[in-house]
């Protein structure tokens, strides 16, 4: 009705789903990223998961934990899902999500590459380790999820410039393939995958550091900025 307004500087805006059932990620998922690094495609996509209690807000602090030298940072797609289902069929899989949204998959490298059996969760799943907002933009309102530049930048330069036509697995596909093994329910929150230009794989590595700021930006989606503390 535009008649309950109230000034944005006066308000903290929260994470637009706070507490989801499940946070569900996805690993080398743009042909750039696999190219940075050297890797094949996948055949299949590779899941990962964050705990719920790494959602932080679009402009919250990350904190960057005594536990780590190596934090990096991963501009993502996020699907909001609206609809429970199990065994969904791709060609019907869009009408399982709510919405789109912007994230960030904070990572610490050396406990995702190195430590912890070189199993991903924990270096993934710290505490403020996935800013997400600002809104969910409903999937009606995006022209086309699958041509949206996809951006980041750490302190004013660019580090990732990309579109999502470059996604391996496009969000229906995912949508498909999760939920051969999991019933997803609304709120679930799936993370697409980041494309090219991580800290890690830059010569040399590239790391955040303490007062740092990490704006991450998504077409018709908004943006989301971030310090490091």
């Not at 929260?14 to 094949?40: F, R, T």
């Not at 679009?58 to 289902?85: N, Y």
């Not at 997400?132 to 933009?137: E, Q, S």
């Not at 596909?173 to 019933?183: C, D, E, M, N, Q």
Request: hydrophobic fraction near 40%; charged fraction near 25%; include cysteine.
């Amino acid at each position: 009705s535009g008649q309950h307004r109230v000034p944005r500087a006066t308000v903290q805006l929260l994470a637009p789903v706070g507490d989801p059932e499940k946070v569900i990620c996805v690993g080398l998922n743009y042909h750039d990223h696999c190219q940075e690094q050297a890797v094949k495609v996948p055949k299949e996509p590779l899941i990962f998961s964050k705990f719920p209690s790494a959602i932080t807000g679009p402009f919250d602090d990350i904190v960057h934990p005594q536990d780590t030298s190596e934090l990096d940072w991963e501009v993502e797609l996020a699907a909001v899902i609206g609809k429970r289902g199990r065994h969904i069929e791709e060609a019907v899989a869009l009408e399982h999500v709510l919405g789109f949204t912007v994230a960030n998959d904070v990572s610490a490298r050396d406990w995702q590459m190195r430590r912890n059996g070189r199993q991903w969760l924990l270096g993934k799943t710290f505490d403020t380790f996935c800013p997400l907002g600002p809104a969910i933009v409903t999937r009606e309102a995006v022209a086309d999820v699958h041509n949206l530049w996809i951006r980041c930048s750490v302190n004013g330069q660019r580090m990732q410039d990309s579109n999502t036509r470059h996604l391996i697995f496009g969000v229906p596909a995912l949508v498909a393939w999760v939920s051969r093994f999991v019933t997803l329910v609304p709120g679930d929150i799936l993370l697409t995958g980041t494309p090219a230009g991580v800290g890690v794989f830059r010569k040399p590595p590239v790391f955040l550091k303490r007062g740092d700021e990490v704006k991450c930006e998504i077409e018709e989606l908004g943006t989301i900025c971030n310090r490091v503390v």
